[in-house]
């Protein structure tokens, strides 16, 4: 399997422009909406990324809270550490989702998106999470199903090829699909499950959908699975569809809220 590097500057912007797209910025709406934040309490970020989330956050508990961003790219947490400047009760450090750095019943809430889907062992994950978490204490889980992807196209099998060479660099592309009995195994009761539909009718550059057909096809070019070539027309097949008002892009997103028993 190989991996997509999210350590440097560059990956970093990346990152951070594509969470500033509407689609995404409906996604952390949702995300607050349902983690029902309120003055004082202490969450915990896992894969805090560049810090929007947590900039929401942390105006939402206000200065007698505490958000904690954990992410293993320094390049993402100094760029969170300037976006939230003006927030001295978040902070950021290096870590990863299976070996918490904070102690025991620490936090009343626990957020990750789009993180888990890369960690090998969700079991240790999820039980590290109910370690930091107060009894009561809430999680929200957001990762993609990737197998539910629909884009128009001439050549399905060109791009059940392209799909399959991405989901390469993923541990587990469907995720959701185990996540409520894992939670389950965890000591988690799961309150809340939801499907969030990224849809796009027309590529726009600065779009999810069009950072992420780019993505797909510069991964999956690179990935040795396609045929030369393969990746870039499948990109240009997509771009012509566009042009002509006949493009169409969904994935779904799922999101889980659930809260540790005890």
């Given at each position: 399997m190989s991996r997509i590097d999210f350590a440097g500057e560059a990956a970093a912007r990346h990152v951070e422009e594509t969470y500033l797209t509407p689609d995404v910025v409906a996604q952390r709406a949702r995300t607050l909406s349902a983690l029902a934040l309120r003055p004082g309490e202490r969450v915990v970020d896992i894969g805090s990324g560049p810090g929007l989330l947590a900039h929401d956050m942390a105006r939402l508990v206000g200065p007698s809270g505490r958000v904690a961003g954990l992410d293993p790219s320094p390049a993402m947490n100094a760029m969170a550490a300037r976006r939230c400047a003006d927030c001295p009760q978040a902070s950021f450090e290096a870590g990863e989702a299976t070996a918490l750095p904070f102690a025991a019943a620490s936090f009343d809430a626990a957020v990750t998106t789009q993180v888990l889907e890369y960690v090998a062992d969700i079991p240790l994950a999820l039980a590290e999470i109910a370690r930091v978490l107060r009894p009561g204490g809430r999680v929200l889980i957001i990762d993609t199903a990737w197998d539910s992807v629909v884009v128009e196209t001439s050549d399905r099998a060109r791009n059940a090829r392209v799909w399959a060479a991405w989901e390469g660099h993923l541990v587990h592309p469907n995720l959701p699909t185990r996540l409520a009995p894992d939670l389950g195994a965890a000591g988690f009761?799961?309150?809340?499950?939801?499907?969030?539909?990224?849809?796009?009718?027309?590529?726009?550059?600065?779009?999810?959908?069009?950072r992420m057909i780019d993505a797909v096809a510069g991964y999956a070019a690179g990935a040795g699975r396609l045929a030369p070539g393969e990746a870039?027309?499948?990109?240009?097949?997509?771009?012509?569809?566009?042009?002509?008002?006949?493009?169409?892009?969904?994935?779904?997103?799922?999101?889980?809220?659930?809260?540790?028993?005890?």
């Open positions: 009761e799961t309150v809340r499950i939801e499907t969030i539909p990224m849809v796009s009718v027309g590529w726009q550059p600065t779009s999810y959908a069009g870039e027309a499948w990109r240009a097949e997509l771009a012509a569809l566009s042009e002509a008002g006949r493009f169409y892009f969904s994935v779904d997103r799922v999101l889980f809220l659930a809260v540790r028993r005890g």
